[in-house]
């Protein structure tokens, strides 16, 4: 891994200009599903060559990396109206927004009866106005994860799973006084593959043609048809410092994972509070309907106007998610996971707690410089051990990352927690809006035209199951 070296400092590379600054103090913030910002403290004489840079070329919303002894952290835009200089002083103020600020430069008309997220975003993408290309490409997070490391341990999956705990593996016994670490990474990453290979079922491919949606935009901005073509379809939207506009759920992405073993001795993070304790999002089921459509069968016959409607649960929580109004989304499957994906999301929001890193004392801080909202944090359950207060171990997500640094003083890291929901369960039908009859599919409703009963009721494939009635 790369090694940060905080001799290095904090400093800020301007692509466009080449300028290169050093930083006395920088604050940043990153929340889930909210823009990215950091506030820096530069010299008054570095503020002034800046501002003269801007003024010669005519530049605004000029890309910048941030790194952190010589790491980078993340990829901003700046506005030279956000510098604040007081003549006198020896310092000023500058603040770094997110590209993402980058789509309220323009806007949209373009009605699609029905699109695919994949097209939808790229053209919206296209009519960005970003001279300086803050934003490089487009980059959809799709089945699997991201990362080489996740994908071959995908691969043994369930040989981690089936392995007995209890036992040792030939490295764990070998590995002398060592073995207890050994054994504990062993169930870190088992952990943390698990999860993820939960997780991964829950976004199809996203150009896939049951995956669509309708939308019409009229001199929308930018950024409101990119956050409702989003919306709609659960995904969520970020810029990774190569200049990538990411698409998809953060949690796919596998960028780190925080193993804390809760003994000094083995940790490579150094924590300065642990304020965690297991908890979870109170909404345990999440219920939506999506839009009406005619579908069309084998011969050329149209349905009457079918709409979908799905749910997604778990066993945790005591409240119901339900979207009021219709989504645009038309397919079955698109909307089933769509009440999936927000159920994880409303798990990893809730709020566990937070642990607070100190980033100059830990060996591996390099990894702290890369958090990402959606990153893994394993904790073993023996971190009760070195508390003074009741807290829990367990697999946690971040939601929230805030950096505070003063190269004279310090630099600490704190790392707000959400949670994992474990056995989600969900499903999904058809409903005719002018009967509410129900169907468990399109081909269930073209079925029903041919096969009723004396009665007049529809049947499936000849018998009745109750086991997936919509209203138990």
């Known amino acids: 891994m790369t090694s940060c070296n905080f001799q ?3 400093e800020l590379r301007f692509l466009r200009t080449g300028v290169v600054l050093r930083v006395y103090e920088v604050d940043i913030r990153i929340e889930r599903d909210r823009f990215i910002h950091a506030r820096a403290t530069i010299s008054t004489e570095a503020a002034y060559l800046l501002s003269d840079r801007h003024d010669e070329e005519n530049l605004e919303y000029e890309p910048v990396l941030l790194s952190i002894g010589g790491v980078t952290q993340g990829r901003y835009i700046f506005d030279p109206e956000e510098m604040n200089i007081v003549q006198g002083e020896e310092q000023a103020t500058i603040t770094l927004e997110d590209p993402l600020h980058l ?3 323009g806007t949209i008309t373009k009605t699609w009866d029905s699109v695919t997220p994949n097209v939808a975003i790229r053209t919206i993408w296209r009519e960005l106005d970003d001279p300086h290309r803050a ?3 487009l980059h959809f997070v799709e089945e699997g994860l991201e990362d080489e490391v996740s994908r071959s341990n ?9 392995f007995d705990m209890d036992g040792e593996t030939l490295h764990e016994q070998y590995s002398g006084d060592d073995r207890y670490r050994a054994k504990i990474a062993r169930a870190f990453e088992s952990a943390t593959v698990w999860a993820g290979e939960q997780i991964l079922d829950l976004t199809p491919g996203i150009d896939t043609p049951n995956y669509e949606g309708g939308f019409t935009f009229e001199n929308t901005p930018l950024l409101e ?5 989003c919306g709609e379809f659960g995904l969520t939207a970020w810029v990774k410092e190569d200049g990538k506009l990411w698409i998809g759920l953060p949690e796919l992405t596998y960028n780190e994972i925080i193993g804390i073993y809760g003994d000094p001795d083995r940790d490579q993070f150094t924590i300065r509070e642990y304020n965690v304790t297991q908890g979870h999002s109170h909404i345990n089921r999440v219920v939506a309907k999506g839009s009406s459509h005619l579908y069309p069968d084998d011969n050329g016959r149209f349905t009457a106007n079918l709409y979908p409607e799905a749910e997604a649960w778990v066993n945790d929580g005591d409240e119901v998610l339900a979207f009021d109004e219709p989504l645009r989304i038309r397919s079955q499957e698109a909307l089933e996971k769509f009440v999936r994906t927000t159920l994880v999301n409303e798990y990893a929001s809730y709020k566990n707690g937070n642990i607070v890193f100190n980033g100059l004392a830990s060996e591996r801080n390099a990894g702290l410089v890369k958090l ?3 990153d893994s944090i394993i904790v073993s359950q023996r971190i009760g051990e070195h508390c003074r207060r009741d807290v829990d171990g367990g697999h946690f997500v971040i939601n929230e990352i805030h950096h505070q640094i003063n190269t004279r003083v310090g630099w600490q890291v704190t790392v707000s927690l959400g949670g994992v929901p474990v056995g989600i369960e ?10 509410l009859d129900v169907y468990r599919s399109v081909d ?7 096969e009723e009963d004396d009665d007049g009721w529809w049947v499936f494939d000849g018998n009745a199951d109750d086991n997936w009635w919509p209203f138990w």
């Open 8 to 10: 290095n400092g904090v």
């Open 426 to 435: 969900s499903k999904s039908y058809m409903v005719d809006r002018q009967n």
């Open 154 to 162: 995908r691969q043994v999956i369930s040989d981690i799973y089936n």
């Open 135 to 137: 934003i490089t490409g």
């Open 372 to 374: 990402s909202i959606g």
């Open 103 to 105: 789509f309220n430069r």
């Open 225 to 229: 048809a990119l956050m409702t073509v």
């Open 444 to 450: 269930d409703y073209w079925q029903e035209e041919e």
